[in-house]
Structure formats: C-alpha cells, structure tokens
C-alpha cells in the first residue's frame, strides 16, 4: 500500500509531544557529536497511527538532490518503523550511536519466501524472511527496491542515517499497515519549536 499524507482517521500528534522530541533529538544529536545544518528541516511522525512510542520517528534531511539523499534521524527503543519497501529508492541504513534492529523480508511478508541476500557492512549475507539483524554504531546495511525492512531502537536511543539515492516520501514508501500515513495529523496545543516539512501546505 502507498503511503499518502494521513493515516488512521482520528490520530493525531499533540504539538508538545513532536517539541518534546525534537528537544530530545537535539539533545541527543549534540551529545554524540552530530551537528546539524543551518536551517535544519525536520520531519516527526508517528505513521499516521497515533501512537508515536510504538510507531514513530524523527528525521533531519541533510540532503535533498535530484541523484541522491541523507537524512539523519533519532528514535527511542520501541519506536517502531513499520515494514516497508520502495519500488526506485535504494538505501544504506546505518547506525550512527545505539544498536538498530532491523527486519528484512525479500517481498511482502504475507507471501512465502526462501533465503535471500542483502548486504550489511559491504558483503552479501544469506538471511531468511523476517530474520532481525542488529546493527552497533558504525554498522549498515543496503536495502534495494522491493526488499521489505522494518527498524526500531534496541538501546534505550539511537542515532540513525540513512543515505539514498533520489527520495520520494509522497509516492515511493509502500507500507504493509493501510493504516499507515507518511505525515501525522497534529493538534497545536502549544507553538511549534520548529517548522516541519509537513506543516509546508503546497
């Protein structure tokens, strides 16, 4: 299922939930050492389902060129993202502090699969659908289109980057949940801290 811009009628982030985050992120960013850019455009989400400590994360673009993409981004153990391929997007997930759990399967997980390959730290590895890999600070693996990944914190956070090729949040993230939707939905019940790129209208 492609992932629109709302997800699950009904949920909604609270404005001082994604400023807790993003104040948790900084911290965490400047902690380990990650400065961000000037500008930075941030990205919190909860998918659309409305429960962001089981489903959610936060994300800086770093960059966004027509050839390629980075991002770095930060969740708390059990923040879940939920399992999902891109049919153009290929990805390097790394873990830059913490440990990543990450969950692979070769198509989508409803349908039966052997053993397949994918790359982590730069050499092909044989892994069964769903197998969990766990990735320390410094390590990665290489998603290519159509391969199925989930990922979520193992420590209590996690710094994690991503490096892409050309990225498409609005048409290219195909999550197995319906429910999901790429931007939450938000209820301002204070001022932002910051602006996110969902809260740019067209």
Request: include cysteine; proline fraction near 6%.
């Amino acid at each position: 299922m492609e992932a629109g811009q709302v997800g699950r009628v009904g949920a909604v982030m609270k404005r001082s939930e994604i400023n807790g985050l993003v104040r948790d992120a900084a911290a965490c960013f400047a902690a380990h050492g990650w400065a961000l850019p000037p500008k930075a455009r941030w990205d919190v989400t909860d998918f659309g389902l409305g429960e962001w400590r089981r489903h959610g994360l936060v994300l800086v673009n770093l960059a966004e060129e027509a050839e390629y993409c980075e991002k770095l981004m930060y969740a708390k153990a059990g923040m879940r993202t939920p399992a999902h391929c891109h049919r153009q997007k290929k990805e390097d997930i790394i873990s830059r502090w913490g440990t990543l759990r990450v969950i692979v399967w070769p198509s989508h997980p409803a349908e039966p699969g052997g053993a397949f390959e994918v790359k982590v730290n730069g050499q092909m590895r044989s892994v069964r659908p769903a197998q969990a890999i766990d990735l320390v600070a410094g390590e990665r693996i290489t998603l290519v289109p159509g391969v199925y990944h989930e990922f979520v914190p193992i420590t209590d956070e996690c710094i994690i980057g991503e490096v892409s090729t050309a990225n498409d949040d609005l048409n290219d993230n195909f999550f197995v949940n319906e429910d999901v939707g790429r931007f939450p939905g938000v209820e301002e019940d204070e001022a932002p801290l910051v602006r996110l790129v969902s809260d740019v209208k067209p």
